[in-house]
């Protein structure tokens, strides 16, 4: 065998391997659209049926002693799906499924400790309220005295699917379903079903349900 065919032969071989990596990032890639897709469509009809129902969110949503709200119903539901480019296609960046918490009340809050500031400011964030703190300082010194918050307790909740094609997993993040909190699930982008969604809607409508532990937990954080 002259040399110049032993090199053909070795990129055969290399060509080969590559052919087996895509057609394995292909699949996964499918995989995970697939999911995608099927949770788009799920949220499109779901959203038609909460937006009647306005169901009311579990939980407790605390800004502060003098700042708390339970009995809220989520109204407002807007589903929506983004789209990116990827080896080549168009595959999905995200999506989500939104939706309003509504107090119409307004908020006047002061506080004058930092660990007191800095919780607050934490659940205004999470809250996802307008709001713009405003610091008062010694006029002389310029020493921090207090910080004070006025908003209106207009909250989003709400749930986004970020797949990763890589791997075919996604992820769930879950905004303000019970109360001032986030939690971050991970599934096999295999997993997700119409069992699993419904699981999820379950939650989204105020009942129990089993979404999270079917998952792998990332992350809570209860504000």
Known sequence: MSFLNDLKKQADQLRAGQGVDKAVLQARID?????????FKYWVDLCS???????VARGRYV??????????????????????P??????????????????????QLTKNFL????????????????CTPEPIRDPDTGKLIEVRYGFVADM??????????????????????????????AFEAADVTVPLLDELAKWIAGQPNDFARRGRVLELREC
Not at 49 to 55: A, G, I, S, Y
Not at 76 to 83: E, T, V
Not at 94 to 105: E, K, M, S, Y
Not at 116 to 121: A, P, R, T, V, Y
């Open 63 to 84: 800004f502060d002693s003098k700042a708390a709200f339970d009995g809220l119903r989520l109204v407002s539901f807007r589903p929506d799906i983004r789209k990116r």
């Open 156 to 185: 989003q909740a709400g749930v986004r699917l970020k797949p990763n094609h890589d791997d075919a997993t996604v992820r769930f993040t879950v905004d303000n379903l019970e109360g001032l909190a986030r939690w971050v699930i």
């Open 49 to 55: 049926q909460l937006d009647v129902l306005q169901p």
């Open 31 to 39: 995989i995970t659209e697939q999911a995608c897709q099927m949770t």
């Open 115 to 130: 660990t007191d500031i800095e919780k607050l400011e934490r659940r205004i964030q999470q809250s996802c309220v307008q």
């Open 86 to 107: 990827y080896q080549g296609q168009q595959v999905t960046d995200h999506v989500a499924l939104n939706c309003d918490i509504r107090t119409g009340q307004e908020v």
